[in-house]
């Protein structure tokens, strides 16, 4: 007769435990399968060079940050900002992604609101994000020198990232062998 009164219990204290961790964690905080692994194989055209092509061997080699934007992307703009004055130091290349988008309004876009990126692979279809994990934009990676993903930071960067998480994980990565 207790079994049937413990049963029920044991599943609510269970589901109040579940939400109650929940509760705490950050929304953002969205767990890459990636991390530790070597980028996606891709390649796709520049967006300003439709003949050029980038791919995943260009991420070997340097430490780099692979941001996906788009025109359309409202925290995009947000972010501008913050991106421009990084690549103003000169710390990393930030390498581009424009994430299902259309060549010309990515070109004014980049225009009006500045171009941080050593160079911009053209993503139109979404496929290359898709295989990066991207569940929407902005998204930053962090890409050692092997091609091996350190980081994922879902979400427009802030100087409060780029400075305590973003950075530091450069210099670590840089110093490595």
């Given at each position: 007769?207790?079994?049937?009164?413990?049963?029920?219990?044991?599943?609510?204290?269970?589901?109040?435990?579940?939400?109650?961790?929940?509760?705490?964690?950050?929304?953002?905080?969205?767990?890459?399968?990636?991390?530790?692994?070597?980028?996606?194989?891709f390649s796709l055209?520049?967006?300003?060079?439709?003949?050029?092509?980038?791919?995943?061997?260009?991420?070997?080699?340097?430490?780099?940050?692979?941001?996906?934007?788009?025109?359309?992307?409202?925290?995009?703009?947000?972010?501008?900002?913050?991106?421009?004055?990084?690549?103003?130091?000169?710390?990393?290349?930030?390498?581009?992604?424009?994430?299902?988008?259309?060549?010309?309004?990515?070109?004014?876009?980049?225009?009006n609101h500045g171009?941080?990126?050593?160079?911009?692979?053209?993503?139109?279809?979404?496929?290359?994000?898709?295989?990066?994990?991207?569940?929407?934009?902005?998204?930053?990676?962090?890409?050692?020198?092997?091609?091996?993903?350190?980081?994922?930071?879902?979400?427009?960067?802030?100087?409060?990232?780029?400075?305590?998480?973003?950075?530091?994980?450069?210099?670590?990565?840089?110093?490595?062998?």
């Amino acid at each position: 007769m207790r079994l049937r009164y413990l049963i029920p219990l044991v599943l609510v204290v269970g589901l109040v435990a579940i939400f109650w961790v929940g509760l705490h964690r950050d929304p953002r905080a969205v767990p890459s399968p990636l991390i530790g692994k070597p980028a996606p194989a891709f390649s796709l055209s520049t967006l300003k060079q439709a003949s050029r092509q980038i791919t995943n061997q260009d991420l070997k080699g340097q430490v780099s940050l692979v941001n996906v934007w788009a025109s359309w992307c409202m925290s995009c703009r947000e972010e501008s900002p913050v991106l421009m004055a990084l690549a103003r130091r000169n710390v990393v290349p930030i390498i581009g992604l424009d994430y299902k988008d259309q060549r010309a309004p990515a070109m004014k876009w980049l225009k009006n609101h500045g171009d941080p990126y050593s160079v911009i692979g053209f993503d139109s279809s979404g496929n290359v994000g898709i295989n990066w994990g991207v569940y929407g934009v902005p998204e930053t990676f962090v890409v050692d020198k092997q091609g091996v993903i350190r980081l994922k930071h879902v979400g427009p960067l802030t100087n409060k990232v780029i400075n305590r998480q973003i950075l530091p994980l450069v210099a670590k990565l840089r110093a490595a062998r």
